[in-house]
């Protein structure tokens, strides 16, 4: 079981490692984005689109959020002897 642990244990930090390095790398990189044309998109639109042509996602995605919280709180609850 401890070698099953530290194995384990070496990948994390492995990933940890590289996902620091790729941080690094990015905010290192000389890669300029062009910002001469910016639209700006008004909030009613965000809002008409999302209740309107997406509201049927919208009300799936609530559900399953909902469904993990209530799953995550039942996984931690302390289990009384």
């Known amino acids: 079981m401890s070698k099953r642990r530290d194995i384990t244990i070496a990948v994390i930090v492995t990933a940890a490692v590289l996902l620091g390095f790729l941080m690094a790398l ?26 309107n042509e997406y509201g049927f996602a919208l009300v799936v995605l609530g559900i399953l959020l909902t469904a993990s919280v209530l799953g995550g709180i039942f996984l931690a609850r302390e289990v009384e002897d």
């Open 26 to 51: 990015s905010l290192v990189s000389t890669e300029t984005w062009e910002t001469s044309e910016i639209n700006e998109i008004p909030m009613t639109d965000v809002a008409d689109s999302l209740f």
